[in-house]
């Protein structure tokens, strides 16, 4: 069976603060994350490369055959068509980016040691039909068509548990339960999009959705929700309010009213009630984000854009955040007023201004938040977490 290894490139700051905790194949995009895709795609055992301080959570391992896939780019039928048809020592680009490359095992020792590989004979992929993100904002802009293909992969061949007759429906061959999924007394339109509900996910009673929706294994709507515009829930993750075309990774809650849209939030994030993200600037004109690898603020390219929270991270009741936030990693937000469009890593405060989220402090939240999951802190976690407080200090122009 092949080795497929997942490699991180110089485009990994662009997806910071997510990146920070994790390699960017391990973002979710669709139903599944990107690594999941390429495992159930090529079937072969998947590792990293990725940054030195996330390689004991994410290991690399390669054998006689290894293919070297940038972590950025999506699976899709035709690409792996193509992958299925290489040579050892053939490669795939996009422009001057590598996204595939096979390699012997002798060739690829020679790689992680930083030696020579020889010449690999490389062909461009323009005109080939799959997705690459090259920023934060391409999650939820290309979530659509993400989880359109994977419940195409997902549910080919297999039959849907059947939904209760409690509920209303349109374009019921779109929609997909597991195992244990539960939905009771809801409106539910697929013919915009697929719905995919995962095993033993629940959607409440009085919830209106207009697919497409991936909720995920164990993940819940609560009652009344309003979901439309292509929207995902990560394992064990809650949401109610009001969400748009947004991605919300795994153990994360927006359990209340609020409205989120255009955003992706992290893992183990919680939005307290009532906190509510603007989308569209007031003079409609294009959204400019906070960029790590610049380190200043940069055009989006789009009218709508949201919010991006990075793991870990918290607000309390009734915040609000402008157009095109984006919360770095282990903060937490409070107070009136919208705080600034960009809030680096371990800050505790609001719009009256930011103190530091001192470590044993937040670990100590990290700690009790797993917790009630039944999770440790585990110590690669702890060293990923101050090796990222470590990163961050120069954002953190208070101290």
């Known amino acids: 069976m092949a080795n497929i290894i997942l490699f991180d490139n110089e485009i990994r700051n662009f997806f910071l603060p997510l990146a920070y905790t994790r390699p960017v194949c391990e973002i979710r995009i669709g139903i599944l994350t990107i690594s999941e895709k390429w495992q159930r795609w090529l079937g072969g055992e998947i590792s990293y490369i990725t940054q030195d301080y996330l390689a004991e959570k994410y290991p690399i391992d390669y054998g006689k055959e290894n293919y ?80 359109q293909e994977d419940f195409d992969l997902i549910t080919k061949g297999r039959t849907s548990q059947p939904i209760s007759e409690t509920n209303r429906i349109l374009g019921a061959e779109n929609i997909f339960l597991e195992e244990g999924a539960c939905v009771e007394f809801s409106t539910i339109n697929a013919t915009k999009g697929p719905v995919y509900i995962g095993k033993n996910a629940e959607i409440m009673e009085g919830c209106l959705i207009r697919g497409g929706l991936a909720l995920c294994d164990h993940a819940k709507l609560k009652m009344g929700t309003r979901i439309y515009g292509a929207t995902t829930l990560g394992p064990y993750s809650k949401a109610g309010g009001e969400v748009n075309n947004s991605v919300i990774h795994s153990n994360s809650n927006k359990g209340h009213d609020g409205y989120l849209g255009n955003s992706v939030i992290g893992d183990w994030c919680n939005l307290g009630a009532g906190t509510n993200n603007s989308n569209l600037k007031n003079n409609y004109a294009e ?43 282990s903060t937490n937000i409070y107070g009136p007023g919208f705080p600034r469009n960009f809030v680096p890593s371990f800050s505790w405060g609001g719009a009256h201004g930011f103190q530091t989220y001192q470590t044993d402090k937040a670990f100590e939240t990290i700690e009790r938040v797993l917790e009630r999951r039944k999770q440790d802190f585990e110590i690669p976690d702890r060293l990923i977490m101050l090796r990222i407080f470590e990163d961050t200090a120069k954002f953190r122009r208070w101290e």
């Open 68 to 147: 070297l896939i940038n972590g950025s780019a999506l699976p899709s039928a035709q690409l792996c068509r193509l992958i299925q048809q290489m040579e050892f020592n053939e490669a795939f680009l996009n422009g001057e980016e590598l996204v595939v490359a096979k390699l012997d095992e002798e060739q690829f020792e020679r790689l992680i040691h930083d030696e020579d590989i020889g010449e690999l004979k490389g062909f461009d992929l323009s005109g080939t039909d799959y997705i690459k993100l090259n920023r934060l904002w391409d999650i939820f802009h290309y979530n659509d068509k993400a989880l």
């Open 287 to 329: 959204v400019r984000v906070w960029d790590y690898s610049t380190e200043g603020f940069i055009p989006t390219g789009h009218q709508f854009c949201g919010m991006i929270m990075g793991d870990h991270s918290k607000c309390a009741i009734n915040t609000t955040f402008n157009t095109g936030t984006v919360i770095g990693t």
